[in-house]
């Protein structure tokens, strides 16, 4: 009889656990590493046999009956329209970065409302719930108003970013300026006088322009689109149940986390598949070592100047080592025989295999973290966003070496190559600090799952809100009891010097008065 309650109780936590939700994912940051990252997710959850609706600058490859794939088409041709100078872009000093960013970023809630794939999502029944909406921070802020119209479900935030400073907004999660650095900085955790005067700065610009301009243009795209009736997505930004972020304390700085924001870092590595035949046997027979060379899907490897190529392909020619390079384009005028190009080449694969000594990347999260679950150092040539702070951290960790765009001549490249490979101690730093990273209680991708069905088995999990964000700034920052303190602690000392100034001056006016 214990026996078959203990099962029956069994079966209905496993059958309350395992209810199919009907789950939105609103995914519109365009690009394509954050697709794949977002991907695993998707995937993870409909193996768990959840219903997903994924509303996405791509189609899901592969989506099986569990998913329904809406596209933003035409997303990357509208945000590729301007044609960025990659160089430029990497000189750009981060506030004029953030005007740039919060710009696109209006434009990309603009374009995703317009899209096709929305409007097939808006068609949906007017009772149609959701159980669950996923939204991507920075892009994804302006979609929050469609709550309302798929029956107001607990919100979760995943970010294939780093742990960005809008991230904290809905929790008050504390970001002191004093030992965090922002992404967009190229600072350590421990910081100078004037870093941390550059970093608090930086801070304020952020909170200014979020407020007086990301949350005013989120309303009113979002009123523009789904009329003056919509939830306002500023108001329910504050409503988020969970945010998952791409960080791990192995590799960014320690930082203090509310239970609602997760880290995942990760979660989109697999674990190594078959290469293909010809790459296999490629790889297999280079004794003397690979290199793989790949500036990740943003920056176009044809894009780079001339003399930059010329001065890539003189080095690589000169080293004993073969080199695997991510090439868009058809042919690579004045390809040296040790190299071998390849438009598309499984990266997180490759970097499986044993004989890759050095990947040479734009240091974007994904690739560094793909390169360090794996244990290959690094040579990073950052361009823009988090890529320099990527590198800087690498650098710390002794697993990577940093080299400019601007500085890239043959000399330059072939000293940088050499020292991380030939000094074995980059090596070494590497497999310590993969065997941190890999070192946890289950996969990222299991834990982002778990929260998943946590707040939806919770209904939003209020319950780990924090009381941060009931508080007025000058309550969160202790001002008042500050000032309190100091008054209570003034007021009677100088009563008290006012007192024995006033008793030393009469005494003396009295002898005074004697002496005459
Ligand atoms: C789809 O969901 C069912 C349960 O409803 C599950 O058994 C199946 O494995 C899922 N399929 C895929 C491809 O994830
Ligand atoms: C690039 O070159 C400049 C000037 O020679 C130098 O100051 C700087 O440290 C170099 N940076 C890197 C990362 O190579």
Redesign the pocket.
């Known amino acids: 009889m214990r026996l078959h309650l203990s099962l029956i109780t069994l079966l209905l936590g496993w059958v309350s656990v395992t209810t199919?939700a009907n789950i939105l994912m609103l995914l519109n940051v365009p690009s394509r590493s954050h697709h794949i990252w977002n991907s695993a997710l998707v995937?993870a959850l409909?193996?768990?046999?959840?219903n997903v609706t994924v509303l996405a600058t791509l189609p899901v490859k592969k989506p099986?009956?569990?998913?329904t794939s809406l596209v933003l088409e035409g997303m990357y041709e509208f945000t590729e329209e301007e044609e960025f100078d990659i160089e430029e872009m990497s000189e750009m000093p981060p506030t004029e970065m953030l005007d740039f960013m919060f710009d696109w970023v209006n434009s990309i809630c603009d374009f995703t409302f317009k899209n096709k794939g929305m409007k097939t999502l808006l068609n949906y029944p007017d009772n149609f719930k959701f159980d669950l909406i996923i939204y991507e921070p920075m892009c994804g802020e302006c979609l929050l108003g469609l709550t309302k119209r798929f029956g107001s479900p607990p919100l979760i935030g995943v970010n294939g970013f780093s742990h960005t400073h809008w991230v904290d907004y809905p929790f008050g999660n504390p970001n002191n300026p004093s030992y965090i650095p922002d992404v967009m900085l190229p600072y350590s955790d421990h910081m100078t006088f004037l870093q941390r005067m550059d970093n608090f700065i930086l801070n304020l610009r952020m909170d200014h322009l979020w407020n007086s301009k990301v949350l005013p243009n989120i309303d009113a795209i979002s009123r523009k689109y789904l009329g003056p009736s919509s939830a306002v997505p500023s108001e329910e930004l504050l409503k988020v149940s969970a945010v998952m972020v791409n960080t791990h304390p192995s590799f960014d700085s320690p930082r203090p986390l509310l239970p609602s924001v997760v880290n995942v870092a990760g979660i989109h590595v697999k674990e190594p598949k078959p290469l293909p035949k010809d790459l296999q046997e490629y790889m297999d027979n280079a004794k003397e070592g690979v290199i793989f060379f790949s500036l990740g899907t943003n920056i176009q490897s044809q894009k780079l100047k001339e003399e930059k190529r010329q001065a890539i392909l003189s080095a690589f020619a000169e080293l004993p080592e073969k080199v695997l390079w991510k090439w868009e384009a058809d042919s690579l005028p004045g390809q040296p025989k040790n190299v071998k190009v390849g438009k598309w080449l499984p990266q997180s694969d490759i970097l499986a295999h044993p004989n890759v000594r050095l990947f040479i990347t734009h240091s974007g999260l994904l690739s560094t973290q793909e390169s360090i679950h794996r244990g290959v150092p690094m040579l990073g040539i950052p361009f823009i966003a988090d890529q320099k702070i990527n590198i800087q951290k690498s650098m710390r960790h002794g697993v990577g070496l940093r080299l400019d765009y601007k500085n890239i001549t043959k000399e330059s490249l072939l000293k940088a190559i050499r020292t991380v490979i030939d000094d074995p101690s980059y090596a070494k730093n590497m497999r310590e600090l993969s065997s941190k990273f890999r070192d946890r209680p289950e996969t990222p991708l299991e834990t982002a799952v778990f929260w998943c069905e946590y707040v939806m088995r919770h209904k939003g999990a209020s319950h780990l809100r924090s009381a941060a964000k009931d508080l007025y700034l000058f309550q969160y920052l202790l001002l008042d009891v500050i000032a309190f303190v100091t008054a209570a602690t003034l007021v009677p000392v100088s009563l008290l010097c006012y007192c024995c100034k006033k008793i030393f001056s009469k005494k003396s006016v009295q002898k005074k008065i004697k002496k005459n």
């Open positions: 199919a995937t409909a193996e768990r046999g959840h099986g009956p569990n998913v």
